[in-house]
């Protein structure tokens, strides 16, 4: 009989792990503690409205994540929005590219009217910089200095980008994984710099499609089950979830980081690893949902604000959501502003009102803030690592040691979870 496997936390690194397991024989059960599936990159419902804990934008590089939608039933080229990649921001920057290739982004930065000749030349600069990961790391900051950039290229190319990338300021991330991620898209292959917005709910992009086709074929995920602690016990592992202690052959720890090193504390070969996880440093994402008239459109479905709060602002009434409902995206501790919640939300009402006038008063606000979003990803950040023991295994957007915490990330690890429990 094949081996069963305890995955415990159903984000999409959880689930991402989950299905592959069954694709390679194995018999899998997903704790998740939560009512809901889908982790840090979740949709919640408040007062019979669905709404995502954040905004994410998807890229054509995210080749793991777009297949693991399809092979659940998620069809990407109706949830997503793929369009090239395009910046504009509240101040009339603007720039795109005519379609995802390399040259058509290097015509985009030479043809870019937002951009003096200083600045293109700047930006093809950073664009041969990042061709090779460079030897040691330092912040992007430092590397926006060493490659000769411009205040204009920082402040609308390479600070929101790595802002929304990395969720770490520019004078703390890490060069080389800012690189990493500029590489597989802006120098990746044709499509990979393409823009995918979603144009559904985060849990219908993979998380709930997943949970039910694991159901399909036995294996639905136990909401609203808490892993307690993890024991070795003969040759398997005994889960305390309260009412029960269920047993199994292996285990895969894909809770959010925070939590795994209370989870390993009867697990003493993994002590280590443990150790390096509380180590991490985290970065919030704060999202201010603002409804207004259903008749209310703003002038794209995406844009970006260059100075003050918030970094993004989203149509979601564009992008199939409830028509008037704004998301406007506040990334990053340094971002926040000291008032907390209540001044993030005049704050972003101000900005709104004063890129669009016509705007009225809104018909509601909430905020929603997921205080550990992401990891600080600052450079020389050690790497997790995975236990000696193979029946174990750690999957989650914080492991890959060039890539930053990212939906993509999380898959990725997630089926290299399942790859390592299967011996192969």
Not at 17 to 26: K, S, T
Not at 217 to 224: I, L, N, W
Not at 383 to 398: E, L, N, T, V
Request: overall charge positive; some cysteine; proline content about 6%.
């Amino acid at each position: 009989m094949s081996a069963t496997v305890a995955i415990i936390g159903g984000g999409w690194a959880g689930l991402a792990c989950a299905v592959e397991c069954v694709q390679r024989g194995l018999r899998p059960t997903v704790f998740e503690a939560a009512p809901q599936v889908g982790g840090r990159a979740r949709t919640v419902e408040f007062d019979g409205l669905r709404l995502d804990n954040g905004q994410h934008i998807l890229i054509g590089a995210y080749h793991d994540t777009l297949r693991a939608m399809r092979h659940v039933g998620a069809d990407p080229d109706v949830l997503l929005r793929r369009q090239p990649l395009a910046l504009r921001y509240s101040d009339g920057f603007e720039l795109r590219a005519r379609s995802g290739s390399r040259a058509a982004l290097a015509i985009a930065f030479l043809c870019c009217r937002s951009l003096g000749w200083h600045d293109r030349l700047a930006a093809l600069r950073m664009m041969r910089a990042i061709k090779h990961t460079p030897d040691a790391d330092e912040t992007v900051a430092a590397m926006l200095v060493r490659t000769g950039q411009t205040g204009n290229t920082v402040r609308h190319l390479w600070a929101p980008l790595c802002i929304a990338a990395l969720n770490t300021e520019v004078a703390q991330a890490s060069a080389r994984v800012f690189a990493c991620v500029l590489r597989e898209s802006l120098n990746g292959a044709a499509g990979d710099a393409d823009l995918l917005l979603p144009q559904a709910d985060l849990g219908q992009l993979f998380p709930e499609p997943a949970a039910a086709w694991l159901a399909a074929r036995g294996h639905a995920p136990q909401r609203g089950t808490r892993v307690r602690s993890v024991r070795a016990q003969g040759d398997g592992f005994t889960l305390d979830t309260g009412d029960a202690q269920p047993c199994f052959d292996r285990v895969v720890f894909a809770t959010s980081p925070h939590h795994l090193p209370a989870l390993l504390r009867d697990l003493p070969a993994l002590e280590a690893i443990a150790r390096r996880v509380a180590a991490l440093g985290y970065e919030p994402i704060t999202t201010v949902y603002a409804a207004f008239d259903a008749h209310t459109r703003l002038p794209a479905a995406m844009t970006g604000f260059a100075a003050g709060l918030p970094h993004w602002v989203f149509d979601r009434g564009a992008l199939g959501g409830p028509q008037g409902l704004t998301a406007s995206v506040i990334s990053a501790v340094a971002a926040l502003p000291d008032g907390g919640r209540e001044q993030s939300e005049r704050a972003v009402l101000h900005a709104l009102r004063t890129h669009h006038p016509v705007l009225g008063e809104p018909l509601w606000v909430r905020t929603i803030t997921e205080r550990r979003a992401t990891f600080r990803c600052t450079p020389g950040r050690t790497s997790i690592g995975q236990p000696d023991d193979a029946r174990i295994a750690i999957a989650g957007d914080y492991l890959l040691d060039d890539y930053p915490a990212t939906i993509e990330a999380a898959v990725r690890s997630g089926t290299a979870a399942a790859a390592r429990i299967a011996g192969r």
